[in-house]
């Protein structure tokens, strides 16, 4: 249902559109967590889902072994978030809590460097909570007062952009985080769809 959305905004992800797949539906599923042992000494592979974040089905894959972590996009290092299809309390509380109770000594982000030593990993799992957590606060304080989603980007913009400003995805996503939060505000908590009309309505409405 959003196709036409996820084409515009990334093209340079879609060579051959014609030539992609539908959805490959999965025929193995978990609740909680699926060890896969790996064989020899390699140990096992755990996918673990760790709450409600960056979506509502985020998992992370961990090699015990190495105390390498997976996270995709719960946990950016360097990088500004997307949240366009968030659940923010619980990913900036319970959900990064989880994540940091792993120990990982190795964190691959879904974008930025890895973060290599438990120092880097704390700082990444800090950064992402921190985005989240600023965000909330500003567009909180407005959506209570009363006023306009775009004052609420506002706000936000003014608080982050100093810090994640420069950072790669910064000045595309913010918009679509913003309007996502401010549903939440107003109690939808399942993600609406994003369609190719909707994006341009939010862009035009706060960053254009």
């Known amino acids: ?5 996820e084409f515009a905004r990334m093209p340079r992800l879609f060579r051959e559109p014609s030539s992609i797949p539908g959805l490959t539906w999965p025929d193995l599923t978990f609740t909680d967590r699926l060890t896969i ?20 089905g985020d998992i992370v894959a ?6 390498i972590m997976f996270a995709g996009d719960l946990v950016e290092s360097r990088a500004a ?15 990064l809590d989880r994540v940091a109770g792993f120990g990982a000594e190795a964190v691959v982000g879904g ?3 890895v973060a290599r030593g438990e120092p880097a990993v704390a700082a990444a799992i800090a950064q992402t909570r921190e985005f989240l ?18 004052q609420a ?6 608080a982050l952009s100093p810090k994640y400003g420069g950072w790669p995805i910064f000045e595309h996503c913010l918009p679509f985080n913003v309007a996502r939060l401010w549903d939440e505000l107003d109690g939808i908590d399942w993600p609406r769809i994003w369609t190719a009309e909707r994006d341009r309505e939010v862009w035009a409405e706060l960053q254009g």
């Not at 978030?81 to 959900?95: E, K, R, S, V």
């Open 37 to 56: 042992p790996l064989g020899g000494d390699r140990g096992d592979l755990v996918l673990a889902y760790c709450g409600r974040g960056h979506t509502a």
């Open 111 to 113: 974008r930025g460097p």
């Open 1 to 5: 249902q959003d196709w036409e959305s």
């Open 153 to 158: 980007f506002a706000a936000a913009h003014a």
């Open 81 to 95: 978030l997307y949240t366009g299809d968030a659940f923010h309390q619980d990913w900036a509380t319970a959900t």
């Open 62 to 67: 961990w090699l015990p072994e190495r105390r």
């Open 133 to 150: 957590t600023v965000m909330q606060a500003e567009v909180s304080a407005v959506h209570v007062a009363g006023s306009s989603r775009r």
